[in-house]
């Protein structure tokens, strides 16, 4: 398994139980809007899931992108349904956006090459 993807998911996971942890309503609620977003509805979950990448990309956000890089795979998105996406938030965002897309790339060969650790279902706030 790449360290990068065992890290990013056993940290993400450790986080968001010890931040879950505290009797907060704002945060709680906070996550569960997160979860309650990416269910699917008028839109399915690809779809959903293909926005918050795009939408990831242009805020220029590494965990976001790698969560949602994950979780489009588990809704079936193929490489080339990636790449456009990547597009777009390329166009949105600008030049900027290249490291992040440099990145992304790297996430998806890894997840591709059949290294475990992929993050969940959304289970509280992505990123």
Not at 42 to 66: F, H, N, P, Y
Request: net charge negative; hydrophobic share 45%; charged share 30%.
């Amino acid at each position: 398994m790449s360290d990068r993807v065992a890290e990013f998911t056993a940290f993400r996971k450790r986080m968001n139980e010890r931040i879950l942890e505290h009797d907060n309503q704002v945060v709680r609620r906070f996550f569960a809007l997160d979860t309650q977003t990416y269910k699917p509805g008028a839109l399915d979950v690809k779809t959903k899931e293909l926005l918050g990448l795009v939408a990831s990309m242009v805020l220029r956000c590494d965990d976001c992108i790698a969560y949602h890089v994950a979780q489009c795979r588990q809704a079936g998105v193929s490489r080339d349904e990636f790449f456009e996406a990547f597009s777009v938030g390329l166009v949105v965002g600008g030049s900027i956006v290249i490291p992040h897309l440099r990145r992304a790339v790297d996430f998806l060969d890894r997840l591709e090459a059949g290294e475990a650790g992929e993050p969940g279902a959304h289970d509280a706030a992505h990123g």
